[in-house]
């Protein structure tokens, strides 16, 4: 497990639903309903996402895969003017069961958008999203190439278990997307990303990552990594800029602020879960890190659960004649 493991493990695609449309141009489907990621491929055809907010439009094609970050609308048109049209648009709200877009059979020439909103619910998660731009588009790659011919295949087939292959397509394509995207030079990638690649603060990294609760003291992370304690402390400040305890620290209460939010879940149970013998001294560290006490973080957590509606992703299947 590395950091990139974690902040994806609970961003995942659960009972997709499909809707099909045929619009004429020109056209423009405004995304709403808050999600925080989503994620655009075309498998036919081409258009144009325009972020809220005045940020640029991008283009995407067949080959493409786009992720947008939320939890702004944005629109998806055939041209960035028609975006701005006054009664073009029509509103795709990611969340409503059975959603449709209505529309006239099209033979051919048609664009089609394969969409997936992914509601995050989270720290550990959102911890990614503070490092992408508004929108991230990233061409095809081998990874993925053979990907997208079976989506299509699998929305117009009527199977058994239809419904959780092309879920876990979206989390594929989603992960290749994010993947790529670091890989690229124009990323902006985060400190953690950059030192899992190096020789003693990448296993040092995975080791926190992998046992949170360990009583891991520099020494111990140190023969992980097979280096001297002083070696792994300079190299882990230099790429991270902060001593490897206190990233421990801070992992830990990222972990602590979403195991607080599970039914049943208590302060003292949360402790032992992150490495704290007892609740106090996890909560001395909490309200240190986070600002709040354990207490306090769950009541304003279960407060703002309780005004959204549940589901994590919805799709949309656009179709789109030109």
Not at 27 to 47: H, N, S
Not at 233 to 258: I, Q, S
């Amino acid at each position: 497990m590395d950091p990139f493991d974690d902040l994806l493990r609970g961003v995942r695609a659960n009972g997709a639903l499909f809707g099909g449309s045929v619009l004429s141009p020109p056209w423009a489907l405004r995304f709403t309903g808050d999600a925080y990621l989503t994620l655009c491929v075309p498998l036919r055809g081409e258009g144009w996402i325009v972020p809220g907010g005045g940020g640029e439009p991008r283009r995407i094609r067949v080959g493409d895969a786009a992720i947008v970050r939320g939890p702004e609308p944005f629109v998806f048109a055939d041209d960035p003017a028609s975006a701005a049209r006054p009664g073009l648009t029509r509103d795709i709200r990611c969340g409503e069961p059975g959603a449709r877009q209505g529309g006239e059979a099209a033979p051919d020439g048609r664009t089609v958008l394969m969409a997936g909103a992914y509601r995050v619910r989270g720290e550990v998660p959102r911890r990614l999203l503070r490092v992408l731009p508004p929108v991230v588009v990233v061409a095809d790659d081998d990874d993925c190439s053979g990907m997208r011919a079976y989506l299509e295949a699998q929305l117009s087939a009527v199977r058994p278990g239809r419904q959780i292959v092309v879920d876990r397509l979206l989390d594929w394509l989603l992960v290749c997307t994010l993947r790529d995207w670091f890989d690229r030079p124009e990323a902006a990638r985060p400190a953690w990303y950059r030192a899992l690649g190096d020789d003693a603060v990448g296993p040092a990294l995975r080791a926190m990552h992998d046992e949170p609760a360990r009583p891991w003291t520099l020494a111990s992370l140190a023969a992980e990594a097979g280096v001297s304690r002083s070696t792994l402390a300079k190299r882990f400040n230099d790429l991270l800029a902060e001593p490897p305890l206190a990233y421990l620290t801070e992992w830990r209460m990222t972990l602590a602020a979403d195991l607080l939010a599970e039914p049943g879940a208590t302060i003292a149970g949360v402790a032992r879960r992150v490495g704290y013998a007892d609740a106090f001294g996890f909560s001395a560290a909490f309200k240190r890190v986070r600002g709040t006490s354990p207490s306090a973080h769950r009541a304003a957590v279960t407060a703002a659960l309780a005004e959204v509606a549940s589901g994590s992703l919805v799709g949309v299947a656009a179709e789109v004649e030109q």
